[in-house]
């Protein structure tokens, strides 16, 4: 919906958990960075949950 109003598609996550959570953290995807807000316990959260989403393991 919003690329179709002009925003920028988002760049996929990394397929590795280890990296997705480095680019949740670090701002390697083109998002806000959140190492400041999350700690290292949530930022794998996050990272399984997107692997989740995507079917990994």
Do not use: K, Y
Not at 25 to 42: S, T
């Amino acid at each position: 919906m919003v690329v179709s109003r002009g925003h920028p598609p988002i760049p996929p996550l990394p397929a590795d958990p280890a990296r997705t959570m480095a680019a949740i953290a670090e701002n390697l995807a083109g998002a806000h960075p959140v190492a400041d807000r999350l700690d290292a316990r949530q930022r794998w959260a996050v990272a399984r949950h997107v692997a989740a989403l995507r079917g990994g393991p």
